[in-house]
């Protein structure tokens, strides 16, 4: 999620060793920018009982009903021996090895960190070249961004030096279970890639560990990083939007480092022009928590900007049916299969001249409206789950079953082809009010 | 000369997928494989009937990474019914290829049974990848593939390019697809 955080200090965002760094056309540095303190973001706070009762008892005693999310989510684990989170966070960090491996072509050395990265199960591969003003102003101690790593001293300035590329790897969510937002479907889909793209990171780590080279992980802002490398573009929905998979990535992490690599560039893929026009996530958002104005400047940074507390306040009334929203993803029309008429739509916006783009999105939202819906509400059946159950109720989701279930399940499942959405919208004003 | 689709020289490919690597620890399969199990919540969750339950193991076996999937019973006496077994696409074979690269379907089928057992745990029921067996064997007796002459597993999705993982040992009631040798 993209999550704003009240910067620690100002900072100067230009120099002649640091010039104001590219993030393409969705995001844009017009400010001094200050290093956001990761103690202030909104998992740190809430654990202090910065964010009121019901969200501290939702992070820290609520254990989820569903054994899928018990396991992929560890905030509502039963026992947090059963997260492989909790494994990766406190395996033994490895150690560098003496003999460095000489790279005299960083471009032969970039493609082959792209091509490890893919054959250990990265979706997105892309390398940023480290900026003073995307590093986090402090340590995260609470294990969410980094794996037990500890941050090395010195000011941001040191550690770019230190550092100076960036790994962006990430893992893509599975359309298909992704289409039951609200859901536990969905939370699997979000969980379970997030776990593996944690391995992913610690997998790359150790192997950039084992060439010769330092590693930093947990101490730069991923959504900074990724913009500059061209992983993808900010959104409305403040998501990264990714060429192949749309917002349906994770960017939990990235890896700083000293192995000579040879950066990306920013990436256009039509976003600034399609969420000028499109608003779909702002409109569907159940707690109102995307904006429907234009971009806000924000910490010496153009962009849109999502409210967080909306967005993040909600969670304590939905644990039992559902632990990660994902509207705002699942209805962007950049959510779709990784498909060649996908690739033919984007490509057809890249191409068209900037100021025609407009007519030409007016075109692909129209079919993403017609094809499908202004809120995807798609009829998602995978191993027992049905999302075309109203959470709550019980049903027995075995096509064909005319067994006798007892109470516990006492109907089959109706057919039909759209999901159960509580009617959110509706109730949500509170959300909007309060903050 | 290099055609627009063949791949450029990749001078550390082979060290990547043959090498040891430094120290153990800079890949994390020993610390999953380490990691002790996690309790048994305490309440079970229905099962509609083992036929059902296998193919749902088997569907989030595929969801996680697996690339083919079989179940087991197991002999008379174990102390788990069941056996579930996952093979994994191994362009390397990991028992030779010792580096990061080699040991990545290692690493798939650790990822796969921890979430697997884990689950299972979550439902109410045992399950451990702690009991170490012949898992070639296993997965040759659930109908994954056929042992050829040196005793490799031989698959008609991945032939002999495959890596079984270990075998997660439960008593949720599943449909055995073999039973496993004694």
């Known amino acids: ?435 | 000369m290099r055609f627009p689709w063949t791949r450029e020289a990749d001078p550390y490919w082979d060290a990547f997928i043959q090498r040891d690597p430094f120290h153990p620890d800079n890949q994390v399969n020993n610390a999953i494989r380490a990691w002790p199990d996690g309790s048994v919540f305490p309440v079970k969750k229905d099962v509609h009937s083992p036929d059902v339950m296998s193919g749902h193991i088997k569907e989030l076996a595929r969801f996680l990474g697996a690339g083919i999937t079989g179940i087991v019973r197991l002999p008379e006496g174990s102390e788990h019914p069941f056996g579930i077994v996952c093979a994994f696409q191994a362009e390397d074979d990991p028992a030779q290829a010792r580096g990061h690269g080699g040991q990545a379907p290692v690493q798939n089928g650790l990822f796969v049974t921890f979430n697997l057992g884990a689950v299972i745990r979550e439902m109410g029921y045992r399950a451990t990848t702690k009991i170490l067996v012949d898992a070639v064997q296993f997965a040759a007796a659930a109908g994954l593939g056929r042992l050829d002459g040196d005793g490799r597993l031989v698959t008609a999705q991945f032939g002999r390019k495959v890596h079984v993982a270990d075998v997660v040992h439960t008593d949720l009631p599943l449909a055995p697809d073999g039973e496993a040798p004694a």
């Open chain 1, 1 to 435: 999620m993209a999550l704003s955080i009240e910067p620690e200090t100002p900072r100067k965002s230009s120099s002649v060793e640091f010039p104001i760094p590219d993030l393409g056309r969705t995001a844009r540095i017009v400010g001094r920018v200050g290093n956001v303190d990761p103690q202030q973001l909104p998992h740190p706070q809430n654990m202090r009982g910065e964010l009121g009762k019901a969200l501290f008892n939702w992070m820290h005693s609520t254990i989820s009903p569903d054994p899928l999310a018990r396991v992929a989510f560890e905030r509502h684990a039963a026992d947090k021996n059963n997260v492989i989170r909790t494994t990766l966070m406190k395996a033994p960090k490895g150690q560098i090895s003496p003999e460095r491996v000489p790279v005299d072509d960083p471009a032969a050395m970039t493609r082959h960190i792209k091509r490890v990265a893919r054959h250990l199960g990265a979706d997105v591969i892309r390398i940023a070249r480290s900026h003073p003003s995307f590093m986090y102003g402090g340590n995260p101690t609470d294990g969410l961004t980094t794996m037990g790593g500890d941050r090395p001293d010195g000011t941001p300035e040191d550690l770019v030096r230190r550092f100076p590329f960036v790994i962006v790897a990430s893992k893509a969510w599975d359309y298909k279970l992704m289409q039951a937002h609200r859901h536990h479907i969905g939370d699997a889909a979000y969980d379970f890639t997030l776990e593996r793209g944690n391995l992913l990171h610690s997998s790359i780590a150790g192997y950039v560990q084992d060439l010769g080279y330092h590693v930093l992980r947990g101490a730069m802002n991923p959504q900074a990083a990724a913009l500059a490398a061209g992983a993808g573009e900010l959104g409305r929905n403040g998501l990264i939007i990714s060429e192949k998979f749309g917002p349906r990535i994770h960017l939990t992490d990235v890896i700083m480092t000293d192995l000579p690599l040879l950066p990306d560039k920013p990436i256009d893929l039509g976003v600034e022009d399609f969420c000028k026009v499109c608003r779909k996530c702002a409109v569907t958002c159940p707690t109102n928590s995307i904006s429907f104005e234009g971009k806000q400047t924000y910490n010496g940074v153009e962009k849109y900007k999502i409210k967080w507390e909306t967005c993040y306040k909600l969670r304590p009334y939905t644990v039992q049916y559902w632990a990660q929203c994902l509207t705002c993803a699942t209805v962007c029309p950049y959510t779709k299969p990784n498909t060649w008429w996908r690739d033919l739509a984007i490509k057809s916006l890249q191409l068209t001249p900037i100021p025609l783009r407009p007519v030409v999105v007016r075109g692909l939202k129209w079919l993403d409206d017609r094809f499908w819906g202004t809120l995807p509400n798609k009829r998602v059946r995978w191993l027992d789950y049905d999302s075309g159950i109203k959470p709550g109720e019980k049903a027995c989701t075995v096509a064909g079953c005319t067994a006798s279930h007892g109470e516990s399940q006492t109907t089959q499942a109706a057919g039909g082809s759209i999901g159960y959405y509580f009617p959110l919208k509706e109730n949500t004003n509170r959300f909007t009010n309060r903050v």
